[in-house]
């Protein structure tokens, strides 16, 4: 069974870092792009991240660029979310998704979805 549990997420202050972990279990990482995802309050989800199956090549959101950074281990079975210099309009729950070959942000198009994990920005 496919399953990916992200974790990591918790209250944060403005300006501090946090780091999303996404375990994967059930399938073999190679040939499939990870996607990170967060859905606000009253907002549809979006996409924030992304790394493409090879992990050499990475995609990000107008809001995360230059703050996030989006890793991948295969032989870890892990994807990671680095989030530095947070702010409110982070605050969201975070998940992380897996789709066969190459990155997008169109949620619709993504196989199989973690748990989610909450991240709240607040002072």
């Known amino acids: 069974e496919v399953q990916l549990q992200a974790f990591g997420g918790g209250l944060v202050q403005p300006g501090d870092s946090l780091k999303l972990s996404c375990e994967v279990s059930?399938?073999?990482?190679?040939?499939?792009?990870f996607g990170w995802f967060r859905q606000a309050p009253g907002k549809e989800r979006e996409g924030v991240a992304c790394?493409?199956?090879?992990?050499?090549?990475?995609y990000y959101s107008q809001g995360a660029k230059d703050r996030f950074t989006v890793s991948r281990d295969n032989g870890k079975s892990t994807v990671w979310l680095q989030m530095k210099a947070v702010k409110p309009e982070d605050t969201a729950l975070y998940y992380c998704?897996?789709?066969?070959?190459?990155?997008?942000?169109?949620?619709?198009?993504?196989?199989?979805w973690g748990q989610g994990t909450l991240v709240t920005v607040s002072s």
């Open positions: 998704a897996v789709r066969y070959s190459t990155c997008n942000f169109r949620a619709a198009q993504y196989d199989t």
């Open positions: 059930g399938f073999i990482l190679d040939h499939y792009a």
């Open positions: 790394v493409n199956e090879n992990g050499g090549r990475f």
